[in-house]
């Protein structure tokens, strides 16, 4: 079964763009998540969706936003980058979410703010 | 709010040489506590899921273990390969959200 796919691995942009992240869970996973990690802060919760709802939400601005589709991709998206937005970006998915399900990392998006 | 500590943050072990590295945690209602394995660059790698208190988990050379207040990731006899950041998690109960806290991680070096 193939794993977690996130695209592109690698990002450059400048202050003030937008990006948006892509991320294909393992088949049949219905819940993903997103992350960001940083050397400072660690792993942070960004937020999750399932069923193409959004189900949770991290303390992040509202320049950070999701959406998933019918098939259980996900997309996330950042408007008007700052240079403290660089970070590797994590996506997990698992067969529900919630109740203890397991969930299981992609590569990650290294995005650099420039 | 949860919270999850991990210590020591850095540990460096000689080849066979045993240890254990230490995940204390405070949590609404444990559903679930995670570990996970990072190579450097990639994304994290599953390890272990624990439910209660008492519960153990092995796989090759380590051992996870469960307590009310803490767990515990045991490494016996170490190899090279098994270098990497090790990041413990919890899973609140409190609703059915896929929210994991995690702890900073623990860089674990193993040398010849």
């Known amino acids: 079964k193939a794993g977690v796919t996130q695209t592109p691995r690698y990002l450059i942009k400048t202050r003030g763009q937008q990006v948006t992240l892509s991320c294909s869970p393992i088949?049949?996973?219905?819940?993903v998540s997103w992350y960001q990690q940083t050397p400072g802060q660690g792993l942070q919760f960004l937020f999750e969706?399932?069923?193409?709802?959004?189900?949770n939400k991290g303390n992040f601005p509202g320049r950070f936003s999701g959406r998933q589709f019918s098939n259980s991709r996900s997309e996330m998206n950042v408007s008007t980058l700052e240079l403290g937005d660089s970070a590797l970006y994590l996506c997990?998915?698992?067969?529900?979410?919630?109740?203890?399900?397991?969930?299981?990392f992609g590569p990650g998006t290294r995005l650099t703010v420039l | 709010e949860d919270q999850v500590t991990q210590s020591p943050e850095a540990l460096r072990l000689q080849e066979g040489e045993s240890s254990s590295l230490n995940c204390s945690y405070t949590v609404s209602g444990l559903r679930g506590l995670f570990w996970y394995r990072q190579d450097p660059g990639k994304g994290p790698e599953f390890l272990f899921t624990l439910y209660s208190a008492g519960e153990e988990k092995e796989k090759e050379r380590l051992k996870a273990t469960l307590t009310k207040k803490e767990s515990f990731l045991h490494i016996t006899a170490p190899k090279p390969e098994d270098s990497a950041t090790y990041l413990c998690a919890v899973q609140p109960g409190r609703d059915t959200a896929s929210k994991l806290t995690f702890g900073t991680g623990t860089r674990l070096q193993v040398t010849l």
């Open positions: 969706y399932f069923s193409e709802t959004q189900r």
């Open positions: 088949s049949g996973h219905r819940s």
């Open positions: 997990a998915s698992s067969p529900r979410g919630g109740g203890a399900d397991t969930q299981y």
